[in-house]
């Protein structure tokens, strides 16, 4: 059996007419001989409304009721979805998390997927229907309704494609593929044909919405390629695949930028093994994200260390670093609102020399400062000043993909 | 334990409002001590909503799916109001009929319940936790959810006393109990205590909207008693009960008019046994509601049917009459349109003389012609002109209940 699963999203399935459209697309795959699977999030404003009437009851609503209340969403698009393809003389049938067995831990409102039954999914299929899931929901070893947090319905949708054994998952979204830059700050990025799952993991990483990065990771554990594609034309997308397979390697796959971020440096530290460890183990339990992290020793063997953090968590951050300074004897916190972290991300960079010197070079020649840098095996970010941030992408983005 | 078992209908929990509304009255109860079970309706418009969405999808939705979308209302309604209640320091725990295993037959729409587990809804009670229930469904051997059909939620909540052998069953509604006449008709109808449950289902029978017949005899087969009251206000309602338990005894409980009906009459059958079962097989299988049904027989051995049906349905009823008419060797079909059904219902009846000549004396002293006359144990039913049925509804309601 030649399987198909397709996830659809909000905004693909946000009225009835997008509904029909979406209905019609499964026609021609069952029309070519394929066993499709569907996965559908919620209609696109179904959340927000469901969240509004939470917000007039409580401001602190428990997690199971929230997921039981939130589950809602995808229970109605699905069976709206069965309905679509029944009107057009399509057999289609859909099926909540929990009739299907989706087990997860009881993590309620971010819970990981344990096991996915089968038996109904299969025996549909060989009805000749076409089979509909509710995505991003399970429920725990007590029937209690889980849902699995941001991004849960790719996830939903790859882990059906990993145990169905399905190489391939079509993600349908409202844009056409994964591409070089951000349209909105470069006039002509690239779509990429192809994307290995640890860019793709970086791009998300760094700011990038298109997949989040629970489904890139469990694709990759599983060997299932995602195809990033839009539900509003008929054109080839973006595919998320082991790094091994994929036909063109380019040096960059793409270039992003993060703004509204602060640096924060501890200067001084007398060095010793953990003081890493206690640094970000205290601002966790602040529960402040910390993204880039420098440390640097200095020859007298005391070690300086610089992180950033969202604007937004900046004073928050500032007073935790004064207790450990004072308690890890450090000489100084410096800080830095309003910076940028702009990234180039590529598998290609491994095997291509110069990569990192090239980027600093084009921003040098645009007078642009870096004021901290971090590099990884694919990808190289580096702190600038707010304000140079678009400039910054621009400039690398031609460096490297135009020409 | 002392369980009380409480329903709250589509218009109680119609808001965020209301819903917090009946959060604190099931505090006052709580707090009394009681083990208090809640089986709650889809917020007021939901499932217009849900319904306005599928009349743009397709105008034959399948029913599996019908159920499976429509049993989100309750699932919303049952997480918001566990919310309203932690947010007043209750604890409480939301069920779905899948979650409790409401088993039900298959038959989509309008599925009947075969068993209830009481184990989760126990064990919660036993941590002193509310349980809150979705009214309305339930689902089939395969796991498929099911929705029980119009008053659906009153038969969940007396399904619910029975296994929890609870013997009072609270039905809050937008009405504060059971009158002896529409109040838009008679201007001072009484507010009855107590209804048997026999007089109840006549009563539903013939139109009062506040029970539905099914959940009516679910309460008299388990002989709950079910209080019918407002969530507006604190003050009692009506209670259903055992007949043999009633304190007093109204000769007269309720009055009731029927109105845009029409009367049939299949003129000089020869009278054999079986002919009103091939009459009435007839119109069944033609999807014809039939209500009141009388059959005499002339001293010639030839029987006349008369019976009433919808004004909508007379055309297509006539149609059917005239095949009837020529296959049993009838003479005549004859119809009148616009006629109304006006009872009067009441178990004093039984053992009081002349309650129908009383109805049908102070009819004419109205002048209000009586074209055919019907009685029960229970009740007796006249079949008059539309034109005089509030006439007739206010002065029978007079005789017996005004002085």
Redesign the interface.
Known sequence: MNIIVQKYGGTSVGS??R??AVASRIKTNVEKGHSVVVVVSAMGKTTDS?VE??N???K???K???D??L??GE??S???L???L??IKIDA??Y?G??IKVLTDGNFANAKIVSISTDKIMSSLQQKKVVIVAGFQGIDEE???TTLGRGGSDTSAVALAAVLQSRDCEIYTDVDGVYTADPRIVSEPKKLKEISYDEMLELARLGAKVLHSRSIEFAKKYNVRLHVRSSFNYEEGTIVMPREEMMEKFVISGVTSKKDQAKITIRNIPDRPGIAAEVFHELAENKILVDMIVQSTGHDGKASISFTVLNTDLDKALKVCEDIKTKLKATAVDNKKDIAIVSAVGVGMISSYGVASRMFRILSEHNINIEMISTSEIGISCVIDNLYAELAVKVIHKEFLEE
């Open positions: 009835p007419e509904i029909k469901l009437l939470v007039s009851i409580t602190n609503p428990d199971r009721e929230m039981m209340l589950s809602t229970q109605v699905i069976s709206l069965a309905m679509a029944h009107e049938i859909s909540t929990s009739q029937e209690n309704i």
